[in-house]
Structure formats: C-alpha cells, structure tokens
T-cell receptor
Framework: DADVTQTPRNRITKTGKRIMLECSQT?????MYWYRQDPGLGLRLIYY???????NKGEISDGYSVSRQAQAKFSLSLESAIPNQTALYFC??????????????FGEGSRLTVL | AQSVTQLDSQVPVFEEAPVELRCNYS??????LFWYVQYPNQGLQLLLK??????LVKGINGFEAEFNKSQTSFHLRKPSVHISDTAEYFC????????????FGAGTTVTVRA
C-alpha cells in the first residue's frame, strides 16, 4: 500500500459544485501539503500544515480550503469549483528532522476536471 | 523568497547518450536543493538532494548534480540514459533555515528515443 494515499484519483465535476480531495498517510509525518500541478507551471503550493492546529496558506490558496482532521489526514476542498481549477493535485508529507529533512513524499495525485 | 528556473522545457535525447538538465535558483539565503522525477501517471519521487557538504551529489538511477553557489545553479546529469528515464524532472529549492516550503521549477520533459 502507498504511504501517501489520495482519493479520488480522478474526478470530473461541473462548475459550482463542491469537491473534496482527501489525503491520508502512514508515514507518521507531522507536515502535510497540498500542491497543484499545471503544465508549464510546475507545482504550486496551495496550503500546508505543521500539525492539526497549525494550517497555513500557500501561494495560491484563493478558492480553496483545507481541513487537518488528524495527524494522518489532510483534505482539500473546493467550495464552488470553476474551470480554471482543472489540474492535477498532489498531497505530500514531510518530516521536520532526521535524514529526510526537507524532503517531500508525494501521493500519486488526484486529477480534477471542472466542466 | 526563493525561486527556480529550469532552462529547458523539453529535452529529447537518444538512448545511451548523456543528458544534462539545467536549473538556476534565486535566493538571498542559504538553500537546500532537490531534483524530483515524475514518471507518467505517477507522483513525484526524489532523485537527489543537496543540503550541505560536497557540492557533487549522487542520486538514484545513476543521476548526479553539482551545486555551484557562484553560478546559483544545480544542474542534473546522467552519462548514459535509458528508455526508462523518459519522465518529467523538477528542480526545487527551499530556505535552509526554514525548510518547510519547497518552490518548484516548471519542469523539464525528457524523452529518450531508441
């Protein structure tokens, strides 16, 4: 089983619908992230969380919200989806210390299409 | 804030030929540098990273990169590529003192042809 699991993997929805993308991890990491990938733009940070009570906006948080339900779960919501939110979304985790310091561990991505 | 520029968006290369992917970063503080690879329909995985010490960093699958502080570069190289190296490659940077946020480049698509 993957250490960082994203659901759903693919979703097609319509403009104005509410969408939730879920992420769960078994790595025991404190830090969790949501990134968005668009062709030619790389990955851009939407939100990140250091723990359940510490959530921070990234560079493109407008139109998105998040919930850290537990150390292992971090959900991304689009309250009212619009077509320019069509993208590939990645959840990632990280550990604050140790040999993997600074390194992100990614899920397999959730492809969202907004019609 | 840190930023990354990947100088090539697409790199076609023949099998067994060498490849170099160029990455320049901008930062006013000490940085950590990373290269990630994304195979088709998969998430990103770490190829290698520079935190400190030796400026030549070796990673998985025969890749290596060299940190050049004066040139603010972190170019990725492989002496002989395989078909299986076809993927998208991302350079990323973080502030060494506040390493919780990575900034990614736009990516370089490598296509290896027989």
């Amino acid at each position: 089983d993957a250490d960082v699991t994203q659901t759903p993997r693919n979703r097609i929805t319509k403009t104005g619908k509410r969408i939730m993308l879920e992420c769960s991890q078994t790595k025991g990491h404190d830090r969790m992230y949501w990134y968005r990938q668009d062709p030619g733009l790389g990955l851009r940070l939407i939100y990140y969380s250091f723990d359940v009570k510490d959530i921070n906006k990234g560079e493109i948080s407008d139109g998105y919200s998040v919930s850290r339900q537990a150390q292992a779960k971090f959900s991304l919501s689009l309250e009212s989806a619009i077509p320019n939110q069509t993208a590939l979304y990645f959840c990632a985790t990280a550990k604050a210390t140790g040999t993997t310091r600074g390194e992100l561990f990614f899920g397999e991505g959730s492809r969202l299409t907004v019609l | 804030a840190q930023s990354v520029t990947q100088l090539d968006s697409q790199v076609p290369v023949f099998e067994e030929a060498p490849v170099e992917l160029r990455c320049n970063y901008s930062s006013s503080v000490s940085v950590y540098l990373f290269w990630y690879v994304q195979y088709p329909n998969q998430g990103l995985q770490l190829l290698l990273k520079y935190l400190s010490g030796s400026t030549l960093v070796k990673g998985i699958n025969g890749f290596e990169a060299e940190f050049n502080k004066s040139q603010t570069s972190f170019h990725l190289r492989k002496p002989s590529v395989h078909i299986s190296d076809t993927a998208e490659y991302f350079c990323a940077v973080s502030d060494a003192a506040n390493d919780y946020k990575l900034s990614f480049g736009a990516g370089t698509t490598v296509t290896v042809r027989a």
